[in-house]
Each structure stands twice: as structure tokens, then as C-alpha cells.
């Protein structure tokens, strides 16, 4: 299963165009959104907006729309390849509409400010600059992550597809120079108090994260906010940190800057569970450490944690608690349960699944966060079969979905879904076609994430409560209606507003609960009791 | 400058790659710098293997 197919016109008008732009240099977001944007004009039924890079050349051939003049060009080439309707529409067309795009980005982004061309010129420009910030095509980055920690620059790394062997060289040379480098594929930090690339609007406090997931330390940093603390520094490393080819060099070295910061009082630290090796040489230095840890190495190893006097979660809202609660000097036990009162749960579930008829049966869980698909996917997978593209064992990956019912649970930011197009918490067009394609008469529950903060869409609400409108006339049709639960993780203080995000999707009916582990615990609920009948 | 001396200082960002991260930076009052970024040697591999070997022999 892929990404949901486009509506297409009758094939028999389409014909083939390109048009090429030679030393016109744009990142791939743009180009990404861009390709969207032409995608929607009259008479266009498929079209990719995209650099000469190799990638891209593969996914034009993947999607038919290569031609020969797409073979001789270079990265620095910007091509417009689609199918159209040469009887609505033209190149010119597209071409005008590109160019349209590419004015009003420019000004909205203000691009009057001086631009050196190269990282060694900014740096000249800039003195006292002491952070790199890299998002540009992965095949590219090393060499200026190189080039800024010889300069003696940190670096937070955005940037996927640098190879493990680049990684480990570069946080090796980090670690001799006593720097950061964040990454690669690090989504999110929290640096003297200002967020870096997606990361959420929280005041400042006395605890510090050092995370490999990217939306598990927003999830943590935001319940720490909605408590009333604060973060004094977020630290984020790249999900493959605590794999054994790199040992946690980044993990390690943000905690221990950490355990010297003066401003920090609690450490915690986020990630998928450890290569054993790695996570040793953590549990070593956490038995040492003279201020609280609290660990959330989603699903890891309990006791082990235990053992290095550091304190286990049961999830990402109750590693926040915790660290709420110690800072405090109060006691702490798992959360396993709801902010509001069981019994109020209950009354809510029994209303909400009197709504479904007997044949709806099925779990749709929509997400964006990849950490928070993953927190779901480990809570739910207690208690049901729930077919994924992250599966907890290989027979449920969804390739095995019998027949295309079951539960289902989608990380939609995984790979296999974000080739050609921006990541869902950027644009939300893949969960809204999802939304089309997956959700049916069968289906009773359907949870989904909502991400605010720097970085994200800037209505994800909005787009969820429109794909649930939607749903729901589909459903009246049949004389159905669903169950829909969500979560969202941000703050007052994200310019998308939590409060403003909630009020949008309670208005459409949403249950909305105040955490991803609670969204989830609820949906587990709803689940349990519609396997008792409706 | 050590991780703990970067936590004492106010941060300054060079920004490199997409345009909309230096945007919420500003917004949130940090000093940054756009570098007009684009392959070197138009991103041909052969090149920037070449370019990286003088940059190299050059530090030597």
C-alpha cells in the first residue's frame, strides 16, 4: 500500500511537457509545496516540480513523467515535468503559476537581508555566529557540517540521508571539539530558550532533554509546559544516536553538558530503546550523575533503568510528570490514567460508541509524529492486532493487511510516504487523502496527532476538523456517524494556539484529550468496548 | 567554544537550506544569516570530490 491515487483525468488527452530552468537553485520544500500548488490547475493531472538531483530523476521516471531532456541536467537545474491537458492548459501556464508561487514566497520571506553565498562568507559576516543550522539535500551536508565544526561552530543537522559512516565520523570530530552536532534527521531542539527547526513554544525552566525522537521530546517538552515548569535546554540527536555503529556519542554528550549546566536540575532523556552496548554506557553515566534522570526509552528495559538509579515511564506524558513531580520534591507513580475522572470517561465512551452500528468494527489511527505512532502502536498493541508501516512484528506490517480490514495504525511521515511530497506536519494533504481513502463504513474509531509549534502547518486542526466534516456527511449517507480522538501537542504560546486548535476540533465533534498517552489509552477504551457489541 | 560556554551566550544562527527556519529564528528575535546556498560545482560528484581534496590540501 502507498499513497492513495490521484483522481485522474481521462489518460488519452494527457501529454507529456517539460520545462527546464538552468542554474535556478530552490530547496526541496518549496519545490514540494510548489509541485502541489500546479498540481490543483485546471488541466494538469500529474506534475513534479523537482532539482536535477538523482532522487529526483527517480521519482519523475517512478511517476512516468521522465523525458530525455531531464537526462542531462545537473543538481543546480530545476525542472517542471507533467502530464497535461493540452486542451485547458499549457506549459506557459504552469510556468506563469510556478513564478507567481516563487514572488509571493519571496515576499513573505523578505528576502532583502544580505545573503553570503557559502557557510565560510557567513561565517565572516557573521562574528560570534555559534550555531549551523543544515537542511539542505542530505548528499550535500557533510562536507559543510565539516567545514562549521572545524570552524568550531555547533550544528544542528536536519538533513536525512547522510550516511552512517559521515555521522559517526562528524560526531566523532564534535566530541573531540567539544561541540554539538545534532542529527542528522534531528527535527527538534530547544537551544537557550529559542526553538530550533520544530519544536514548540515552552517557558524556560530547570529541565533538560536530551531526545532521539523528535516528536516524543516535543510531546515531553509540552507536558512539562502544560504542569507549569519548564526547559532549560532541549538537546535533540538524530534517531540513529543510540544505535550501536554510532554509541550514543551525542546522547552522551548532551547529557553530561547537562549534568554541568548550571541551570539544569533534572535530566530526562528520550528515545526508542537502545542498542544494550549504548545503553550501558548511559546507565554508567546516570548511576554517577548528581542530579534526578528520568528515562524514557519507549517500551526499553524497566529494571535496567531501575538499576541505574535513574527512574523508568510508562510513556511520554508520564516522563514529563515525573520530572515535574521529583523537581518538585513530590511523590510520583505511573500515570495510567486520565486528567478527568474515570467515571466521566466512561459516560463519554458509552455516548460515543452508541453512535456506530454493529459492522463498524475497525481502528484508523492517522499520525504524523513518528515517536507518537510509535508510543501508540507499543500502548495498543497490549490489547489489539494493529496492522502498520512501523509494526510491532513483521506478520502485521500492513502489506498483510487480509483483504484491507483490520486495525490500522500509520506512521504517515514514514519514507514510503513523504517521497515527492513535504512531511505531513508541513502540509497536511497526505492525511487528508488518507482520511479519503482508508476510512469507510467499517470504520468506528479514528485517532489522530495534531502538532502545533515552529515548523508545522499553520492550521493542522483546522485540516483534521475539515477531513472529519467531511467523513462525516460520507458516513450520514450510509446512516452512520464515528468515533473521532485526538490529542494535540503544543502550547497557548504556539502561533497555531492550543486552546484555538482544541476549540476547532471539539467544534466538529472531536474527543480531544490532553495527551497522546491518554488519546491513546482512550481509543484502547473505545476499542474494548466495542468488541462487547454496540 | 565547549557545549556549556554555548548555553551562556546568546545564540547567532548561520542557516543553511530551508528559508522558512531563519524566518521563525527572526521571528523570535534571533540574530541569523542566510547563506544563498547551492551545490558547489553544480553537484556534479566528480567535481566535489576534486574540490574537497585541494580544500583539504589547502588546510594541510
Not at chain 1, 170 to 178: P, R, S, T
Not at chain 1, 289 to 304: C, E, H, L, N
Not at chain 1, 352 to 374: H, I, M, N, S, Y
Amino acid at each position: 500500500m502507498g499513497c492513495p491515487a490521484k483522481t485522474s483525468t481521462r489518460a488519452r488527452h494527457m501529454t507529456l511537457r517539460t520545462k527546464i530552468k538552468r542554474n535556478a537553485y530552490y530547496d526541496s520544500v518549496t519545490l514540494m509545496l510548489l509541485s502541489r500548488e500546479l498540481q490543483n490547475l485546471e488541466g494538469v493531472e500529474d506534475v513534479l516540480v523537482g532539482m536535477g538531483t538523482d532522487l529526483n530523476l527517480d521519482l519523475a521516471r517512478d511517476l512516468g513523467l521522465a523525458t530525455s531532456e531531464l537526462e542531462a541536467l545537473t543538481p543546480n537545474d530545476l525542472f517542471i515535468a507533467a502530464k497535461i491537458d493540452e486542451s485547458k492548459t499549457s506549459m506557459d501556464v504552469l510556468e506563469s503559476a510556478f513564478n507567481d508561487y516563487l514572488n509571493k514566497r519571496a515576499e513573505t520571506d523578505g528576502d532583502d537581508d544580505f545573503q553570503p553565498s557559502s557557510l565560510s562568507s557567513a561565517i565572516q559576516s557573521m562574528p560570534g555566529a555559534n550555531m549551523v543550522l543544515v537542511s539542505i539535500a542530505g548528499e550535500y551536508a557533510a562536507a559543510e557540517v565539516d567545514e562549521a565544526l572545524d570552524a568550531g561552530l555547533h550544528v544542528m543537522l536536519f538533513s536525512d540521508n547522510v550516511s552512517v559512516e559521515d555521522e559517526l565520523r562528524l560526531k566523532q570530530k564534535a566530541v573531540e571539539k567539544g561541540l554539538l552536532m545534532m542529527g542528522p534527521d534531528c527535527g527538534t531542539a530547544i537551544i537557550n530558550g529559542k526553538p530550533l527547526c520544530f519544536a514548540n513554544a515552552v517557558r524556560r525552566g530547570k529541565i533538560g532533554v536530551v531526545g532521539a525522537s523528535g516528536t516524543g521530546t516535543q510531546e515531553v517538552t509540552v507536558q512539562v509546559h502544560k504542569l507549569g515548569e519548564g526547559l532549560s535546554q532541549v538537546i535533540g540527536t538524530g534517531g540513529r544516536d543510540l544505535k550501536e555503529q554510532i554509541g550514543g556519542l551525542m546522547m552522551i554528550q548532551g547529557f553530561q553538558s547537562l549534568i554541568a549546566d548550571p541551570e539544569t536540575d533534572l535530566i530526562v532523556l528520550i528515545s526508542k530503546p537502545p542498542a544494550p552496548s549504548v545503553a550501558e554506557k548511559i546507565y554508567q553515566i546516570a548511576k554517577t550523575s548528581p542530579k534526578p534522570v528520568v528515562i524514557d526509552f519507549i517500551g526499553g528495559d524497566r529494571a535496567a533503568v531501575e538499576a541505574a538509579g535513574a527512574v523508568p515511564c510508562i510513556s511520554l506524558e508520564d516522563a514529563a510528570q515525573k520530572a515535574v513531580r521529583i523537581l518538585r520534591g513530590e511523590a510520583y507513580a505511573d500515570f495510567t490514567g486520565f486528567s478527568l475522572p474515570d467515571e466521566q470517561i466512561d459516560r463519554i465512551i458509552e455516548r460515543e460508541v452508541a453512535k456506530l452500528k454493529p459492522d463498524q468494527t475497525e481502528l484508523r489511527a492517522l499520525f504524523t509524529g513518528g515517536t507518537l505512532a510509535d508510543e501508540a502502536m507499543k500502548l495498543l498493541g497490549v490489547h489489539h492486532d494493529i496492522y502498520s508501516n512501523i509494526p510491532l512484528s513483521p506478520e502485521m506490517a500492513i502489506e498483510n493487511l487480509p483483504s484491507g480490514r483490520g486495525h490500522i495504525c500509520l506512521d504517515l511521515g514514514e519514507d514510503k510516504f513523504t517521497r515527492g511530497r513535504p512531511h505531513p506536519m508541513i502540509d497536511p494533504q497526505t492525511r487528508t487523502e488518507f482520511f479519503k481513502s482508508h476510512v469507510d463504513g467499517n470504520t468506528g474509531v479514528i485517532l489522530v496527532d495534531v502538532v502545533l509549534g515552529f515548523g508545522s502547518y499553520h492550521d493542522p486542526a483546522g485540516a483534521v476538523a475539515e477531513s472529519v466534516r467531511e467523513i462525516r456527511h460520507r458516513l450520514a449517507e450510509q446512516g452512520k456517524d464515528v468515533v473521532v480522538v485526538a490529542s494535540v501537542c503544543g502550547t497557548e504560546l504556539d502561533s497555531q494556539d492550543l486552546n484555538k486548535s482544541i476549540e476547532t476540533l471539539e467544534a466538529e465533534g472531536v474527543i480531544v484529550l490532553p495527551s497522546n498517552a491518554q488519546a491513546v489509552r482512550f481509543t484502547d477504551r473505545v476499542l474494548q468496548r466495542m468488541k462487547k457489541g454496540v | 567554544m565547549s557545549v556549556n560556554d554555548l548555553f551562556k551566550q546568546e545564540l547567532k544562527v548561520i542557516n543553511l537550506g530551508l528559508k522558512s527556519f531563519q524566518n521563525d529564528l527572526k521571528s523570535q528575535g534571533v540574530t541569523t544569516v542566510q547563506v544563498n546556498w547551492k551545490p558547489k560545482a553544480g553537484g556534479k560528484k566528480n567535481m566535489l570530490n576534486l574540490l574537497g581534496r585541494i580544500s583539504k590540501t589547502k588546510k594541510l
